[in-house]
């Protein structure tokens, strides 16, 4: 059988339409807590040196020029360019603050600048943070980390990209949502095509390694037809990945939402019919389907990681370097260091305050218990690879996973019977009409989900 292939049911997906977690991590960030403080940080970055595996940096830029009315992400928009200099000067105290956790010669396999807009920084501003981050950690210099940052186009020159590869990335997300432009003026991003092909044309001059794009279905306007011109164009220039996002409105939750025009929303139905266009369509042009909102080209190293069982899934979707420490820097960034996760100050004031006490700007994480790090394993191997080997889950685990999950049986076995997976006493193989029900798969294993909201916490699955 095809392992990656993708089947669309949408009489089944309207029958398990709810609303999940995306498990970027398991607990989900609403079970952090507040008692989880600096001091339990601190020893904890400490016992990860034993072994020494290697770390992840994320480095969080909240600045963008405008405001997209559709977004979701963690921003501070403003047209003051002085805003960044500050943020860099705090961003440097907490780098000092975290190296003396770390030893020193742990190797740096995987580094992301994610925002708001990275490239808000000018380009002096970018060379100093690397420079920076280069002489507290260490990065590697042989091109073979995963380092990577999220591009505006509207915000980035060919001297931009040529800057970023000689700093050290390789490679690119260009965010681009949707080419047209009646829905571009809905949601406030305006971009013309050939903005976002300068950007292109530069990333392939300069060699990086990979490059992908963000869409968004669901957005006002779209229809069928129309998304389909916008992936044409897509497919066209070729990106290695393409990520094409469930457009999440909760405007109770994002206020910029609010300036969406409901009535212009696409109906449920012309979403679903999207989704299925822009699976065939990319499917057809070549393109593996990798799970959640992702397609990646099948020479690409995220199929390459899928098919070897390798992938791994973080902050940023899924990714190929599953063993490292995550040390999150800059307001709302979290990090994942030994057996935990830890969240930043969202506010820019609170989080200088107390980075000017010389403290870190940790305010909630959480401990994973053996039972969170079991469910863990079994929703990433889900997640990543739509496979759980029972028997090895049961080996690294020492527990019988018949007994264990007693409770998970009766749902196992409906979503059986409805051709969503198949499972027996050693394997759950999700079947490809069960691949887009991912979340609803994982819903079961998670064991907070039933203590909460999820209807009003978390998007729709699909
Ligand atoms: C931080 S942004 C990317 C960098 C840059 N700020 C930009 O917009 O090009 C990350 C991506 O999240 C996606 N995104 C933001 N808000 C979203 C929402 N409400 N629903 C779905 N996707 C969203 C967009 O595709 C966007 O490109
Ligand atoms: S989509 Fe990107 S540029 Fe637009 S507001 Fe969000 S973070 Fe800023």
Same mark, same amino acid.
């Given at each position: 059988m095809d392992t990656q292939s993708v089947i669309f049911d949408p009489e089944l997906i309207q029958r398990y339409d709810t609303s999940g977690p995306r498990y970027t991590s398991y607990p989900t960030a609403v079970q952090f807590h507040e008692d989880f403080d600096e001091t339990r940080y601190q020893q904890l970055a400490r016992q990860s040196n034993q072994g020494h595996p290697p770390l992840s940096l994320y480095f969080h830029i909240p600045f963008c020029n405008t405001v997209c009315f559709y977004c979701g992400c963690n921003k501070v928009v403003t047209k003051d360019r002085s805003r960044s200099a500050p943020y860099l000067d705090y961003l440097y105290k907490e780098m000092a603050l975290q190296a003396q956790l770390f030893d020193t010669d742990r190797v740096v396999d995987q580094l992301h600048w994610g925002g708001g807009t990275p490239t808000f920084l000018s380009h002096e501003e970018i060379h100093a943070l690397f420079q920076h981050t280069r002489r507290y950690f260490n990065l590697r210099n042989d091109d073979k980390g995963e380092y990577s940052i999220e591009i505006d186009p509207r915000e980035a020159t060919a001297e931009t990209i040529?800057?970023?590869?000689?700093?050290? %990335?390789?490679?690119?997300?260009?965010?681009?949502?949707?080419?047209?432009?009646?829905? $571009?003026?809905?949601?406030?991003?305006?971009? &013309?095509?050939? #903005?976002?092909?300068?950007?292109?044309?530069?990333?392939? $001059?300069?060699?990086?390694? &990979?490059? &992908?794009?963000?869409?968004?279905?669901?957005?006002?306007?779209?229809? #069928?037809?129309?998304?389909?011109?916008?992936?044409?164009?897509i497919i066209e220039v070729s990106p290695d990945r393409i990520s094409v996002f469930n457009y999440a409105h909760m405007p109770k939750l994002f206020k910029p939402q609010r300036r969406i025009n409901e009535a212009e929303l696409p109906s449920a139905d012309e979403k679903l019919r999207i989704l299925q266009q822009t699976i065939t369509h990319l499917t057809q042009a070549g393109y593996v389907y990798i799970g959640m909102d992702h397609f990646a080209k099948p020479e690409d190293e995220l199929t390459i990681a899928q098919r070897s069982g390798s992938l791994y899934r973080n902050f940023q979707g899924y990714a190929t370097h599953a063993d490292c420490d995550l040390i999150g820097f800059g307001a709302t960034s979290i990090g994942k260091v030994a057996n935990s996760y830890s969240q930043n100050l969202r506010a820019?004031?609170?989080?200088?305050?107390?980075?000017?006490?010389?403290?870190?700007?940790? %305010?909630?994480?959480?401990?994973?218990?053996?039972?969170?790090?079991l469910r863990r394993a079994i929703i990433m191997d889900l997640m990543c690879h739509f496979r759980l080997d029972i028997q090895k889950l049961e080996q690294d685990h020492n527990l019988s996973f018949q007994d264990y999950f007693a409770h998970a049986w009766q749902a196992l076995d409906k979503m059986q019977e409805d051709g969503l997976l198949t499972f027996d006493?050693?394997?759950?193989?999700?079947?490809?009409?069960?691949?887009?029900?991912?979340?609803?798969?994982?819903?079961?294993?998670?064991?907070?989900?039933?203590?909460?909201?999820? $209807?009003?916490? %978390?998007?729709? #699955?699909?």
């Open positions: 040529a800057l970023l590869r000689e700093e050290g %990335f390789n490679r690119l997300s260009l965010g681009v949502q949707d080419f047209d432009p009646k829905v $571009q003026k809905a949601v406030n991003r305006i971009q &013309s095509e050939a #903005v976002t092909q300068t950007v292109l044309d530069a990333a392939r $001059q300069e060699g990086f390694h &990979s490059l &992908s794009i963000d869409l968004i279905y669901g957005l006002p306007h779209q229809s #069928v037809d129309s998304f389909i011109r916008t992936l044409d164009k820019l004031d609170d989080y200088y305050a107390v980075l000017d006490g010389g403290h870190l700007p940790i %305010f909630r994480g959480i401990e994973l218990t053996p039972d969170d790090l006493s050693r394997h759950i193989q999700v079947l490809p009409a069960g691949r887009l029900l991912i979340r609803n798969i994982c819903m079961i294993f998670d064991q907070y989900l039933q203590q909460q909201q999820t $209807q009003q916490r %978390f998007s729709k #699955v699909i």
